[in-house]
């Protein structure tokens, strides 16, 4: 009962913190959005990818994706982050979602 188990502090840790946060907006057509990707582990060792958007002030929408790996997490953050910035969103001051 006194046994002792070894945890390791850097199991289940990013390496590095991952946080975009991009808006895109054009008045001419009413358009005011943002989108935020961030990485982070669970509970579980797994890397997670959470991404939110919607209109800017308002509270938008989620979605989370879970990864064994850190690198394949990095990779879609990545992948999005290109696709985006070839719509036209660019890199802002962080705003709080509502």
Known sequence: M??????????GMIAQPYRLYVERTDAA??????????ISG???GEACLTRSWGR??????????LFAREEEAVDLF????RQKR???Y????MRSAR
């Open 42 to 44: 669970t509970l579980f």
């Open 29 to 38: 057509k009413n358009m005011a959005r943002y989108y935020v990707l961030e």
């Open 78 to 81: 990545l992948d999005i982050m």
């Open 90 to 93: 660019r890199p802002s001051p």
């Open 56 to 65: 800017i002030g308002k509270r938008g929408q989620s979605k989370m994706h």
């Open 86 to 88: 070839a719509r036209g």
């Open 2 to 11: 006194d046994a002792k188990a070894e945890i390791s502090d850097s199991v």
